[in-house]
């Protein structure tokens, strides 16, 4: 029996595969959509909230929410990408940071251009794209100054905190986050990928396309 690592190709579950693809993590990694109709019976005992990434043990328990999941992933592989030691503070420091701030802005723009057109949720609300990049200039600069005296967020090297703060940044393409303004921001998103885990986690895994932005 090996544990299960559900997830579809949205940021979230995209985190937590590149995660345990990262680690090298003994899990299985099987596609799902608990949202998609005929599936809530079986994914709402995993996850109440019927979100992905979920992670089933070989017990039956079940693991919701992607940074949990990665402590998770890095207890069974015995690795450091989750702190331990004295540095564990300064990566729960950039986790938190990162999901009120710099994330949270990127999150702000890619609803609105990337998952409310793919899911038909509404109009492409300006006024808060407009806001989610004020957020972003913000964040943005924040993160920029670090990353100018740093190659990764944590002084002894790449963590999960590098891998949660770039979350979004894998769609750009349709966000349209303006990163080349923050140089030292590009560069660290090129440094990530530049990890094949990072770069693709999807690659040999059977797992269908995001649905298409509606035109
Ligand atoms: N706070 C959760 C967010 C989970 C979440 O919102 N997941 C979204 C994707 S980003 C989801 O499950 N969407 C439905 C799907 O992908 O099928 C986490 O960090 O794991």
Not at 137 to 159: K, V
Not at 208 to 213: A, K, T, V
């Amino acid at each position: 029996m090996t544990p299960i690592l559900y997830f579809s190709r949205n940021p979230n579950p995209r985190l937590a595969v590149a995660t345990a693809r990262h680690l090298a993590a003994p899990v299985r990694c099987e596609f799902a959509a608990p949202l998609a109709p005929g599936q809530a019976d079986k994914f709402r005992p995993l996850n109440p909230s019927l979100r992905l990434p979920i992670l089933v043990e070989v017990d039956g328990r079940s693991l919701w929410e992607a940074d949990a999941i990665a402590c998770r992933l890095s207890q069974m592989t015995g690795s450091d990408f989750w702190r331990t030691g004295a540095e564990l503070p300064d990566m729960i420091r950039w986790v938190s940071w990162s999901r009120d701030n710099f994330m949270h802005a990127c999150d702000m723009v890619h609803f609105e251009r990337g998952t409310k057109q793919r899911y038909r949720l509404g109009e492409l609300d300006e006024a808060l794209v407009a806001r989610g990049l004020a957020r972003f200039h913000e964040t943005a600069a924040i993160l920029d100054a670090h990353l100018r005296r740093h190659d990764w967020l944590l002084a002894s090297g790449l963590s999960y905190a590098d891998f949660r703060m770039a979350v979004f940044l894998p769609f750009n393409d349709v966000a349209a986050l303006p990163l080349a303004d923050y140089p030292a921001v590009a560069a660290w998103h090129e440094r990530l990928q530049a990890l094949p885990a990072w770069a693709d986690p999807f690659e040999g895994l059977d797992a269908p396309e995001l649905p298409p932005l509606l035109l």
